[in-house]
């Protein structure tokens, strides 16, 4: 039980409010949602949809009226009862599929897990996917635990100065309003465990977070007992400097493995999420020879159950240490290793241009048995750039496979929308939604219905997005330019399009502005305006992408483009449900291929939200012709201009031509038909196929299963 369930009281008839509470289940379960909305609606709000924080600010007379209240007392006992029953179910995807397969688990590595926005732990795409993934194993039934870091302070918070440049801000997160517990050993005492860095130890603590049947394991250096620059090394998400970035992927791998020791869990198979966790191999290598195995054949088991899943077609997106920094920081770390260091060393050996490093993509790539890239197109690219790590091979013959991303289908529908899904498709949909039948359904939706659902969505969008812009106003005091960007000018009835992502180099954010004018005339059509939402992050360090980021802001700004073009600051989950909810198209134009996967997309499309986007990363494989759009400038190469260029006025040509007039195309009674059958053609083919449901399945079949049958094979290493 969640340690200030003590503090508050609670009524007798409210005694599992608190269990609901810290149980991060409820946040993609919409009857659970509804317990903490009807307990204290503004509350709800004012939190962000927080409920550990509400319920310590909720009032005694609220909670009495609600203990009292039939229908509240109606949801919550079924939110109880889907609970327990969430928790405690046999008859799962998992158990049905693999029954031989009982009293495994799963170990999922990952620098950054995004769950909700009330644990700060992430900073954008990579976590969405782990969080994603970790929820639906829960849901699969699929025995895995996250195992990743519990960051006092997270990642930043965003703030913009009038003039446009980003700030960053670092909370203190109060882990009293956050859904953690403390992870127990199985003594029931706090699972505290020392990793060796450099010629000291430091200690770690271990914080579990529950999401259904899923558990994360979240480690932490922040003890009284450590000098204060380790208590600091777990402080911030890609806080620090490369020295910091190595001890935290000691501590992550290394840290990791023993950490889960001391939990009592001996998991199967570890699944590195990104290179960031690959020193998970040198403890485990280690493990097998201090138990009697040679390097070789302790490599060789490892491989067997370590599977590796690369994120980034970007070569500098790699970690990669000088030899010395990484000998430096290992050093206490070898034990029985130490007289293969330098095999291990080789491991991570990788020359991509500026002489050999201890590069960790590589140290995966060499050490895990099965390595998948996250789409079909960035399969191709990673078997291109990592052609080095198989001499000799063919291209097609490099064993690098694509499992392309998905996203939870329960975390990112919209309640209105999965109330029509409820209606059209049946009510239990969610059980079945990765079957592409089930969708056939949608067709049968009226248009009244679908639009009404739509214009819904929309206005939500523009409630939130006034009320920050009010806050901040009454708040802090801003200034007026910071009222313009944030949005306050947008008209909640025009078309509006959504481009939110991290500011990096080759996301273009700046594409749609190469035609000022033509853009203009764009959106300031006075019979079909057009307006445009940005927001997203710039990495703290990469002054690059905050000048984009600037120079977005001073479009916002400029009167040329007549308020029609808005900043929503400090993008996150909460902004993200919004605006994937509340746009009407999803634009996404980086430069390919560059884009591994991309999954905002996904969720925007399953909200009824079409695509209008490069054919990169997901979109190569997702465009089917009629579920959206595909800007192609018919140029590649590396004349970045001329590219750029092409594919900006291929961008123009589908807003002018195809987009905007069907959207604005309305029949006597305002219904947009022709834009509903894009609405239409956009969930039918991406909910089934890009969720998260149809990937883990495919990670679990492909990867985990195979790693888990092979086990019975390997032999247990002989006594020393
Ligand atoms: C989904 C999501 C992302 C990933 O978006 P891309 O499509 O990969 O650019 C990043 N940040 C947040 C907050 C998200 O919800």
């Known amino acids: 039980m969640h340690r200030y369930s003590s503090l508050t009281s609670f009524p007798d008839r409210l005694n599992r409010l608190a269990e609901l509470a810290v149980d991060l289940w409820w946040s993609s379960h919409r009857e659970a949602r509804d317990v903490f909305r009807r307990l204290d609606y503004s509350l709800w709000r004012q939190t962000a949809h927080n409920p550990v924080l509400m319920l310590w600010k909720v009032s005694a007379e609220r909670l009495a009226a609600a203990a009292i209240d039939p229908s509240f007392l109606a949801l919550y006992d079924d939110a109880l009862r889907q609970l327990d029953a969430a928790r405690s179910a046999h008859d799962t995807w998992w158990a049905e599929r693999f029954p031989n397969l009982g009293g495994r ?205 690369t994120h980034t077609p970007v070569p500098a997106g790699h970690d990669a240490f000088s030899f010395n920094t990484v000998e430096k920081h290992l050093a206490g770390c070898w034990g029985t290793l130490g007289a293969h260091r330098d095999r291990f060393l080789a491991l991570g050996a990788h020359d991509n241009g500026s002489g050999p490093q201890f590069n960790m993509t590589a140290l995966a790539l060499r050490s895990a048995g099965a390595v998948n890239a996250v789409s079909e197109l960035h399969g191709v690219v990673t078997r291109d750039m990592w052609g080095s790590m198989w001499p000799g091979l063919p291209a097609d013959e490099r064993p690098v496979t694509s499992i392309t991303n998905g996203v939870h289908v329960p975390t990112w529908v919209a309640a209105d929308m999965a109330e029509l899904f409820a209606q059209h498709l049946g009510r239990d949909w969610v059980q079945h939604h990765d079957d592409p039948a089930l969708w056939d359904g949608i067709l049968a939706i009226p248009d009244e219905a679908l639009w009404a659902v739509r214009q819904s969505l929309r206005q939500y969008l523009f409630a939130f997005v006034r009320e920050r812009a009010r806050d901040r106003w009454a708040v802090e005091r801003v200034s007026t330019p910071r009222i313009v960007a944030g949005g306050t000018l947008l008209d909640p009835n025009a078309l509006t399009i959504g481009f ?221």
């Open 105 to 309: 688990t799963v170990a999922y590595f990952s620098a950054e897990f995004a769950v909700h926005q009330s644990l700060p732990i992430y900073a954008g795409g990579l976590g969405v996917l782990a969080g994603d993934h970790c929820k639906e194993a829960g849901d699969l039934g699929v025995p895995l635990v996250g195992v990743g870091f519990m960051y006092p302070q997270g990642y930043f918070h965003q703030l913009v100065s009038a003039d446009g440049w980003q700030q960053e801000v670092y909370e203190r997160l109060n882990w009293e309003h956050t859904a953690i517990e403390r992870a127990l050993a199985p003594d029931g005492n706090r699972c505290v465990t020392a990793v060796p860095l450099g010629d000291r130890s430091v200690l770690v603590d271990v914080w579990r977070v529950r999401v259904g049947r899923a558990q994360l394991f979240l480690l932490d250096t922040d003890l009284e007992e450590n000098a204060p620059w380790d208590r600091e090394l777990s402080a911030r998400l890609y806080g620090g400097d490369r020295e910091t970035r190595v001890q935290q992927e000691i501590i992550l791998g290394i840290g990791g493995v023993r950490a889960l020791k001391a939990l009592g869990l001996a998991p199967s198979v570890f699944h590195l999420n990104e290179g960031h966790a690959a020193f998970v191999v040198l403890q485990r290598i280690r493990d097998a020879i201090e138990a009697g195995a040679s390097f070789d054949a302790a490599l060789d088991q490892i491989r067997q159950t370590t599977v590796f899943t």
């Open 500 to 720: 939110a992502r991290r500011f990096a180099g080759y996301k273009r954010s700046e594409l749609l502005f190469t035609d000022a004018d033509r853009l203009s005339r764009i959106l300031n059509s006075f019979e079909r305006p057009v307006q445009i939402i940005f927001a997203g992050k710039a990495h703290p360090a990469d002054d690059v992408g905050k000048h984009h980021l600037q120079r977005i802001y001073r479009r916002a700004l400029d009167p040329h483009f007549g308020g029609r073009v808005a900043f929503v600051d400090d993008y996150d989950l909460h902004v993200a449900h919004f605006l994937v909810q509340g746009c009407d198209v999803w634009l996404n134009n980086p430069r390919k291929p560059l884009e591994a996967s991309g999954t905002s997309g996904m969720k925007a499309a399953i909200n009824g939200v079409p695509h209008l986007s490069i054919g990169d990363g997901w979109w190569a494989e997702g465009f089917t012709g009629s579920n959206g759009w595909h800007i192609d400038g018919g140029l590649t190469g590396d004349d970045y201009e001329a590219v750029d260029a092409a594919d900006a006025r291929a961008l123009y040509a589908l807003l002018e031509d195809q987009v905007v007039p069907a959207f604005y195309d309305r029949d006597a009674a305002g219904v947009p038909r022709r834009w509903l059958q894009l609405v239409r053609e956009s969930i039918r083919t991406v909910a089934p196929r890009f969720s998260a449901r149809r990937m883990v399945k495919e990670y679990v079949e492909r990867m985990y299963a195979p790693a888990m049958d092979r086990q019975g094979a390997v032999p247990e290493p002989g006594p020393r």
